[in-house]
Antibody, heavy 114, light 107 residues
Framework: QVQLVQSGAEVKKPGASVKVSCKAS????????MHWVRQAPGQGLAWMGR????????TYAQQFQGRVTMTRDTSTSTVYMELTSLKSEDTAVYYC???????WGQGTLVTVSS | DIQMTQSPSSLSASVGDRVTITCRAS??????LAWFQQKPGKAPKSLIS???SLQNGVPSRFSGSGSGTDFTLTISSLQPDDFATYYC?????????FGQGTRLGIK
């Protein structure tokens, strides 16, 4: 069955960067886009962008442009999401989701605090 | 960007009730609409894709309909496990956008 396993919780200081991983299994890694979605505490879901694991092409939401980078490693079926210049408002749970967001990772809590 | 407006933002209902949640897109999205259920502290779970196609394993009391700009999620007979927050999502046009969510609580 499809499984997406994300890396563990992170605590970062303002201005730092964070890199979250998402390891896929149970399907052909290159056959489906991978999306990243975040959810601030008590808030709704916000799409950050997606990566095509075949060629590595990416599309980012305007609000994250310039701060987010999504990459993939086909040898390990893993995608990465790096967010730079962190602010307290970036404190959230970050999810990866495959395909038409049919399958989701368990989420990674990123806390930004001085 | 396409705006997705869900209504109501919250509602209270009882076990056995029929519940309908609506989602309106700010422009036509054909049937590129999905519905998700989220429980506190958990990842969202996909219920329905392409507006009306039930995901594997999702109970048949859930159904989706609509096309263009207006969509509905219906739960035919609420069960205790259904109390959660529900989101719609459009994937017709980038950026993908979510509705603001509908919190379904126990009356």
């Amino acid at each position: 069955q499809v499984q997406l396993v994300q890396s563990g919780a992170e605590v970062k200081k303002p201005g730092a960067s964070v890199k979250v991983s998402c390891k896929a299994s149970g399907y052909t890694f290159t056959s489906h886009d991978m999306h990243w979605v975040r959810q601030a505490p008590g808030q709704g879901l916000a799409w950050m962008g997606r990566i095509d694991p075949r060629g590595g092409s990416t599309t980012y939401a305007q609000q994250f442009q310039g701060r987010v980078t999504m990459t993939r490693d086909t040898s390990t079926s893993t995608v990465y999401m790096e967010l730079t210049s962190l602010k307290s408002e970036d404190t959230a749970v970050y999810y990866c989701a495959a395909g038409r967001l049919d399958h989701w990772g368990q989420g990674t809590l990123v806390t930004v605090s001085s | 960007d396409i705006q997705m407006t869900q209504s109501p933002s919250s509602l209270s209902a009882s076990v056995g009730d029929r519940v309908t949640i609506t989602c309106r897109a700010s422009q036509g999205i054909s049937n590129y609409l999905a519905w998700f259920q989220q429980k506190p502290g958990k990842a969202p779970k996909s219920l329905i894709s392409v507006a009306s196609s039930l995901q594997n394993g999702v109970p048949s009391r859930f159904s989706g309909s609509g096309s263009g700009t207006d969509f509905t999620l219906t739960i035919s007979s609420l069960q205790p496990d259904d109390f959660a927050t529900y989101y719609c999502l459009q994937y017709s046009t980038s950026p993908i956008t979510f509705g603001q969510g509908t919190r379904l609580g126990i009356k």
